[in-house]
């Protein structure tokens, strides 16, 4: 997503969440929505304030205390609406900073029904560490580390939330709050790194992501994700014996070898993508699965004994994975001559949503 926000964008954005008419319905403003709106329209300054000040603080994932300073923030913006909050911070196995969780319950009132429970999500880290960076501003764009993806979303909720509480309509609503600390790389293993998120979303009614997106399409599937990692070790030689019986290929052709051979194998299956984003080989080589950062060293006149490469697995359905996978274990099964591949996946990751016909459904009305 680009790394940038337009203000009005935004405004309009968080305008049009609390005034949203119905599908197919034409229906005027009413007085309560036209004060809704002026708040937003007044705010526009502080609202860019606020982006400013989260998007100063480096959170990309691994820096747990910018993300949780981020969390802080927004929850300071939370509890003067009514929200009581809680950091629910990760067990040290997860190594990720934890979550923000915020929670307003509605008024009570004799003789009507309990309000639908409403889940707003998003996403406090960054996927650009942002160190060094500071938020810049030209005229009605801003740039710097996750002003878009997603710090700019976290603001036009608070906004939206502020604008709700002006006229006092958020006093009939009940509302829960999850800003996840490791949405762009997500802790291991998943089932603790989501359970908050997951027990949030079982209490609720509907949810709304506040992260962006295109306004020329509507989502009706969502891709699963997955990691894998290719180890491969091979005969240390002479480059001089490069290709012989007794000296092989080296790990750095087999890694090409297996890439390449995932290409043509699996390249243009609908909606599956797989992509080797770090590589590494030579002959001393270390990596570092968690912080995705690796070392090598070697010389011109060896054959390689050693090569990793991480990637991801995106597919739309888990029959989808599960082919995937067995072939890209088929292919590194066939090694080169005086090579040996491992291939490791990811035990837990994003399982797809898988498109329905209820969805295509929806999309049409």
Known sequence: MPNSIRYHVAGALCAAIVTAPTPGATQAVTPVEQRIRAHVEANTESAIALLERSVNINSGTMNKAGVEAVGMLFAGE??????????????????????????????RRRGRAAPLRILLIGHLDTVFEGEGQQFVRTDSIGTGAGTSDMKGGIVVMVQALKALASVGALDDMHVIVVLTGDEENAGDPMELARDDLIRAARRSDLVLSFEGGSDSTAVVARRGSSDWVLAVTARQYHSSGMFREGAGYGAIYEAARVLTEFRTALAGQPLLSFSPGVIVGGEKVSYD????????????????????????????????????????????ARNLPGTSSAIHFSKSYYPAMAPTPANYSLVAT
């Open 78 to 107: 939370l509890q003067p609406l009514g929200f009581r909050t809680s950091w629910i911070a990760m067990p040290p196995v997860v190594n990720r900073a934890g979550h923000l969780v915020a929670e307003r319950q509605p008024r």
């Open 289 to 332: 699965t968690t912080m995705m950062t690796g070392t090598a060293s070697g010389k011109t006149n060896i054959v390689p004994p050693s090569a990793f490469v991480h990637g991801d697995l995106r597919f739309i359905t888990e029959g989808q994975l599960d082919s995937a996978r067995a072939v890209m274990r088929e292919i590194v």
